[in-house]
Structure formats: C-alpha cells, structure tokens
C-alpha cells in the first residue's frame, strides 16, 4: 500500500481505529492510546472514543540522556542522531504491547499519530544566515524516527506535526487545545482545561461560546521544576512528588516565590508557548541557589516550586482568561492532577466560586488526553484537514498538520 491507497482507502470509512502517542516535556516515558473516530463522510468528527491505554515510563538513563540532549552545552549529537533511533524503539514497542492488551487486530488500526520527544522547542525567532542576507527564524524539534516506527509495528505512523504550523509564522504550540471541545464542553459552562505535564497549559472553552471561541497558552512551568528539585534532593530516589506529599510537609517561602513571579513570560499576552530550554536543569539549579541563600529545607523549596507552578496558574487566569468569561471548572489534566498539594494550591490561587477537578472525573483519564489529541491529529491528516487552531499559535492560516509515513510490506 503506498501513501494515496491508505488516503483513499481511509476517506470510504466513517469509523476508524488510531493510535495516540505521546512522550511530553517531563521526560516520563511514553503514553499511548487506542481510540475510535466516527466521523461524517467529509472527515467532520463525531466522536472520539478511548478503548485503551498504556505507558511505557523511561528508565533513568534514558531521561538522563534526553535531559541531557535538551540543555545547550551539555548535549551531544551523537547522542542525538542514536536518540532519534533509540526512541523509536520506546514508541514501537508502546504501540505492540497496547495492542498486545487491547486484543484488537493489528489490522484494524489505520495508522499511528506520534508527537515524538521535544528536545528543543524555540518560538522566540533568531538570526541566521540565509541565501539573501539574515532571516529571523523560529524551530521546534521533536525526535523518534517515524519509519522506524512504522517498521517495528508495520502500520502508518503521522508524525512531525509542529513544522506546518510553524512554517505559517505560528509558535508550533500548544495543539493539543484542538480536541478539547469535543472532550470537556459543557453547555452553558465556563470551562478550563489545564493541562500540568511538564510544561502547564490552559485551554478555555467561554462559557456560551462554541468551537470558534476557544483560545489556549501555555501557562510556565508544570511540574518541570518540582520533579527536578525532587530528583536532586533525594539523590534520584523519587522522580516526583507523589501526591504532592512532600510539598505539604514544607512551608511556602514567600521570597522566593515572588523571585520567581518576576519573570518575564507570565505578563507576556497569548498567544505563548515555553518549554525545558527555559525551565529545564538550569532553571532549578538556580532556584537552589536562591533556596540555599535563605536557608530553605527541602521540603519548603519543594512547597514553593508547588506554590509557583499554582501561581503561575491563577495569575494567567486573572490576567488573560477572567477578562474573557467566567469560569465554572478548572479541569485539570496530566500528571500534575495527582498532585493533591498542587490541586488545592491552584483551588487556593483562585477567585471563590470556580471548581478544581481532575479530568478522570469528567472521563478522560489524565494521561490520555494528549495521546488522544495525536491520534485526532492523524485522524484529520488523513482526511486533508486542518488541525491548527490559528488563535491560539498565531499561526497565519489554518493548515493540515503532520506528515504520513509508510510501513513496508
Ligand atoms: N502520583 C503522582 N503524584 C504527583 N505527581 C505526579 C504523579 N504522577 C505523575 N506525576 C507528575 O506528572 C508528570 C508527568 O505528567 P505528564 O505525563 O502529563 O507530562 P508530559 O506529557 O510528559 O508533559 P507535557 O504535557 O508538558 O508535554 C510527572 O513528571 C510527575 O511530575
Ligand atoms: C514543543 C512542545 O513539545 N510543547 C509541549 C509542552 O508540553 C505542554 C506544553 O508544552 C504544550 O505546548 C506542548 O505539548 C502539548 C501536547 C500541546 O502541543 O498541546
């Protein structure tokens, strides 16, 4: 089958079987899903229904090296070039066990939507020399070789899909928002999906508005900065704070959280995407230091990295949603939902009256949505469609996202 046959073949049928995956900026592994797509004859999607999950969390030495490969200086590009391969395997090896688990037919899957692994996001344009003098140019690069994958589990696979978006002046970020209105509207309801994965991330769904009326950014940090500070203070132990336990131990440092307000990028107005290259090793290194300057336990830094994540939160709330519509519901998604601390700090940052609840409560189990949103993604590049929300990326125009890769056969 080459590329038009799965095209066609794909277009006759209103009910498709994709897998979703996505391994995110907090370097925990790999997410992946299976859903169902019904959708009219033109690809307009109905519905998108889980069927199943499953993760693949990495090894410490596989995050080490990713981690390594996403700060400037210390990463090298041989690691790079064997990462691409070597992360290939991560996701092939996610889709054969899911599809192990699910007992589905490997032939009943259409293809694989797969983001891949951020290891340089750069929205912000820098020069570089072009053929007729200097160019301002924006990049993002997501890694996990697609034909890689295609060849260990002998499906399709759509990847790659920020460079569209980007090649029409948008930031390549945040395009998860694109299945949220299906997910979480509720009729008559202000509602906000927050996303806290490694980066945080809001999509607002005003209340009364429809599809249209949607917008999205990235908030700062999720729990970038608390897993690092916990990983270095218990010598690798813990990779996170589970439940957000030991953030409850420690005392807010009131200092050293509006330190840390004072950057920049939470005044600046959407649409905005950031990710590891700002808040990554360094970052934290640098907090530790400030922490250390005020003679902060671990537990207090950990309570104000908490504190931060929330605040930062609340604050894009007040500054650029609130303005727009009332909220009822703050749904939150991603891992950071099992971090009680974080949770009732958001609910604490907030104006009375607006709700904070996990999005397992409403159905969508918190580590699916993104892999959900991929699968989408492969959905509407398949169809033709555009799945870039111009508004929230500042992209130019709305275009069809991702490119297609072939298995053999
Ligand atoms: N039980 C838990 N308690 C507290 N935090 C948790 C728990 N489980 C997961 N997390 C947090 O969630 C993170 C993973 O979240 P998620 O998989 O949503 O991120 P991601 O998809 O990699 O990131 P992004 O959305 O930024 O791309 C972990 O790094 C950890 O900080
Ligand atoms: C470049 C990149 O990988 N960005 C991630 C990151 O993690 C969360 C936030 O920052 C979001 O902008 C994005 O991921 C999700 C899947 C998105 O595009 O919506």
Redesign the pocket.
């Known amino acids: 089958m080459n590329t038009n046959d799965l095209i066609h073949r794909y277009r006759k049928e209103t009910t498709h079987r994709i897998i979703g995956l ?1 391994s ?5 592994g790999v ?1 992946a899903v299976l859903v169902t797509i019904t959708s009219e004859a033109d690809g307009h999607v109905e519905s998108v229904t889980l069927e199943d999950q499953v993760a693949i969390p990495y090894t410490n030495d596989v995050k080490a090296m990713v981690n390594r490969l996403c700060v400037k200086g210390a990463s090298d590009i041989e690691d790079l070039c064997f990462a691409h391969f070597g992360l290939a395997h991560w996701n092939g090896e996610a889709v054969n066990r899911l599809i192990e688990h699910s007992t589905v037919e490997r032939s009943s899957i259409a293809a694989i939507g797969m983001h891949g692994q951020t290891v340089w996001h750069a929205p912000v344009p820098r020069t570089f020399p072009g053929p007729e003098g200097t160019l301002d140019i924006t990049g993002t690069l997501q890694i996990g070789n697609a034909q890689m994958v295609a060849s260990l589990t002998g499906l399709p696979v759509i990847s790659d899909f920020r460079s569209a978006d980007m090649a029409e002046g948008g930031e390549g970020a945040p395009l998860a928002p694109y299945i949220d209105y299906l997910l979480f509207h509720q009729e008559g309801k202000g509602i906000a999906v927050q ?1 806290i ?3 945080g991330n809001v999509t607002v769904l005003p209340q009364g508005g429809d599809e249209e009326a949607i917008f999205a950014f990235d908030t700062g940090p ?2 970038m900065i ?2 690092q500070i916990v990983a270095l203070g218990t010598h690798q132990k813990q ?6 336990t030991i953030a409850a131990r420690g005392t807010v440092s009131i200092e050293l959280l509006t330190q840390m307000m004072r950057d920049p990028y939470f005044a600046k107005k959407p649409p905005k995407s950031t990710g590891r290259e700002v808040y990554g090793s360094d970052y934290s290194e640098q907090v530790l230091k400030q922490a250390e300057a005020l003679k902060l336990s671990f537990e207090d830094v950990v309570a104000t990295a908490t504190a931060f994540t929330a605040k930062t939160i609340a604050s894009s709330y007040t500054d650029f949603v609130l303005p727009v519509t009332t909220l009822d519901t703050v749904v939150v998604s ?3 939902a ?2 009680k601390t974080l949770l009732s700090m958001i609910k604490g940052y907030l104006p009375e009256g607006i709700s904070v609840q996990p999005s397992d409560e409403v159905g969508v189990p918190d ?1 699916a949505r ?1 892999a959900m949103a991929f699968a989408l993604m492969a959905h509407e590049s398949l169809m033709g469609r555009p799945s870039n929300i111009p508004k929230v990326t500042g992209a130019k125009r709305r275009v069809v996202l991702g490119t297609i890769t072939m298995q053999q056969l």
């Open positions: 996505m995110g900026t907090s370097l925990d997410d996303n994965g490694g980066i999720g729990n608390i897993d990779q996170y704070d589970d439940g957000g991603g891992g950071g099992r971090n580590q993104e």
